[in-house]
């Protein structure tokens, strides 16, 4: 029963750290692009972000999904 919740609590924590890279991430590119800057790399760090948040967003929903699927099954 405690390592359930270890893991939980890892889960989220992991999610949690993707999710806040992502909002980092998409600040530096907004901010970047309302400064102006250059289109040249622009697009390219647009598709890393995107990859990186439909990656948090994936490991977001499979957290959810670990600690709402006991309840479920019960």
């Known amino acids: 029963a405690h390592a359930y919740g270890a893991v939980l609590a890892v889960l989220a ?33 647009r598709r890393i972000v995107r990859l990186w948040a439909d990656y948090a967003a994936l490991v977001g929903a499979a957290a959810v999904l670990a600690l709402e699927l006991p309840g479920w099954i019960a």
Do not use: C, D, N
């Not at 309302?34 to 390219?44: I, M, N, Q």
């Open 13 to 45: 924590s992991y999610a949690l750290l993707h999710v806040a890279i992502a909002l980092v991430m998409i600040a530096f590119v907004w901010m970047r692009a309302r400064a102006g800057r250059p289109e040249t790399g622009l697009r390219s760090e």
